[in-house]
């Protein structure tokens, strides 16, 4: 019958290859089709081939640029991190290298823990200045982390040094010598105590900055 025909006729026949519905390919979809092997020569064509190849190209491309910008991201964070380090100049730091003279001011022997600091420059950064018992040197700190600035060199300092200013420099950590003491002319009670600590910081008077 006609009607039987037309029924066998919209059927699949046996051996006949289905069409395939094209379909946009992402690049994590190519990926996983080039990795699991989906896909074989009998269900797409050369032409998609070339497609899930290209697009697997195209995401490893853009995995490659991401981890370069990654790369410049953590160089970038840790330059600025760097920058903040105990060496950075941070307002109120007194450091020699990594090491915060403060705290050494305020533990069991800081005579001691003075005379193991790194061989480098102390730098102070806007430190607060405690007492000026004479015109070439003053105490910075507080009454309880206190250490002297020495002031060194042809001339005086153009800075007229009050206490509660704050003041920046880069001098240099070193023993009391022999008479240093006596020669400042100090309140007896600063003089012992600048005995006792047995270092003091030598400053270059042209060095000395206000702030």
Same mark, same amino acid.
């Given at each position: ?13 046996? !051996? ?5 519905? +094209? ?20 269900? &797409? !064509?050369?032409?998609?081939?070339? &497609? &899930? ?12 640029? +991401? ?11 840790? @330059?600025?991190? @760097? ?28 005579? #001691? ?23 070439? !040197? ?32 880069? !001098? ?5 010598? @022999? ?9 007896? @009670?600063? #003089? ?20």
């Amino acid at each position: 019958m006609r009607t039987s025909t037309l029924l066998r006729s919209s059927a699949v026949r046996p !051996g006949r290859r289905s069409r395939l519905v +094209s379909v946009p390919v992402t690049g994590a979809a190519a990926l996983a089709l080039v990795l699991t092997g989906c896909g074989s020569d009998d269900e &797409v !064509g050369v032409g998609d081939t070339d &497609v &899930v190849e290209e697009d697997a190209n195209l995401l490893e491309e853009e995995t490659e640029m +991401s981890e370069s910008e990654m790369s410049e991201t953590e160089m970038t964070e840790g @330059d600025a991190a @760097d920058s903040t380090g105990a060496g950075a100049a941070v307002p109120g730091s007194f450091v020699a290298g990594d090491v915060a003279i403060p705290q050494l001011l305020t533990g069991a022997d800081p005579q #001691a823990a003075l005379a193991e600091l790194p061989d480098e420059p102390a730098v102070a950064t806007q430190v607060p200045v405690f007492a000026v018992p004479t015109g070439e !040197g003053f105490w910075i700190g507080t009454e309880t982390a206190k250490i002297w600035v020495q002031l060194v060199g042809q001339g005086e300092s153009p800075m007229d040094v009050n206490p509660g200013d704050r003041v920046s420099f880069t !001098g240099e950590v070193v023993p009391n010598g @022999d008479g240093f003491v006596e020669g400042l002319s100090l309140p007896a @009670d600063q #003089a012992t105590a600048l005995t006792e600590l047995g270092y003091h910081v030598e400053v270059p008077a042209g060095e000395l900055t206000m702030g």
